[in-house]
């Protein structure tokens, strides 16, 4: 491996079972040249005895604001830092961090380098139901948005004994990030915009009509995006699957919402990349409480959906910005998406065939033959989706450079 230039790296640990799994990485980081200071949180050093990591770095271990008598320690420590990570981030920290508190050493430094030009980390790990809780999300996208990047967190075995998302990224992931940022962040200076999962359109207060769309395709992109754009807005409906982590979530249950998130977000974007399972029909007409049961059934008139990609064609149809469909079919996988290619005004189109076993909705995996309308086309193997997404988005990007020589 060739080894990562000399950077200075800032690692805060706060009082979560996760830090468990800093020694680890610590490991890591010195075998290739980092040099490392540590802030523990008072409950940090709870979970860890802070001897355990100086004999890891060689060095004191920071808790006291006020172990140095200029009181200064954390301006110090953020002058120092040529990067900072926050591992584990626990919700408590990250809510510091969205709000600008500073009421402790580990808070004071991550939030005075806020105001640098350093990167950022956070690891969040914590407990689902804290995870998924809406003021959670919140402080997240903040994060998001104030320059942090996101390393996880993944879906696994909690410390409750749960398999659920909010486990912290093992230090290997970390490790690739930190490494990524070490040598300058090389993610294009695009935004695109990724569509995932089903729609649901209502039929009364408590049916709706939706489809078997896990979004597992489009999460994969997302997260894939994550990696190569600077800017990754993900517009999902409902998903079977945890949402990407690190990107821009806008939650669009109908068809009709949707497009209007669509309009919105693409308007200054350069890609959309169409992987949601969109209605094709929605009823007109929309009771106003529960249906009751009868013995009679029930007639149910559906009308045509909203058509994104058509409805967006005059936004998309500017010099620079490129447009990726999906089209999943039973039979004639080439020759219909070729129609749908042309109809819908796309770049490109991933054909997936819904017949065949380790392809299409709900699946890990995936098939799918890829055309252009330069006439270009690829027979994808089946792979994992994330593989599929990598290939998706390089040609995104490769066509995006084209446009711009």
Known sequence: MVLAPLKRI??????????????ALIRMLRRQGYEL????????ARFITPLTFETLLDHPVYIDPFARRDNLLHIGLRKWAEMAVLVPGTANMIAKLAHGIADDLASAVLLGAGGTAIPRIVCPAMNDAMWEAPATRRNI???????????????GELACGDDAPGRMAEPEEIFRVIESLSAGDKRAPYKIVITAGATEEDIDAVRCITNHSSGRMGA???????????????????LRVPPPQGVRLIEARSARAMLQAVQSEIADANALVMAAAVADFVPDVKAAGKIKKSG?????????????????????????FHTTGFALESDALAEYAQEKLAAKYLDAIVA??????????????????????DGAREDWPTMPKREMADRILDRVLLAL?????
């Open 401 to 405: 450079s084209e446009t711009k020589k």
């Open 141 to 155: 996208e903040q994060l998001i948005r104030d320059g942090w990047r996101m390393a996880g967190p993944v879906t």
């Open 220 to 238: 994969a992109l997302a997260e894939a995006a994550r990696e190569r754009f600077m800017d990754v807005v993900c517009i999902h409906g409902a």
């Open 296 to 320: 009679s059934g029930m007639d149910l008139h559906l009308v045509p959906a909203p058509d994104i990609l058509l409805e967006t064609r005059a936004l998309r149809a500017r010099a620079g």
């Open 10 to 23: 800032l690692l805060v640990g706060s009082g979560g079972i996760a830090l468990v799994k800093l020694p």
């Open 352 to 373: 997936n065939p819904c017949s065949e076993p380790g392809a299409g909705f709900g699946s890990e995996t995936n098939r799918a033959v890829y055309l252009t309308k």
């Open 37 to 44: 200071r540590l802030v523990l949180t008072e409950n940090a």
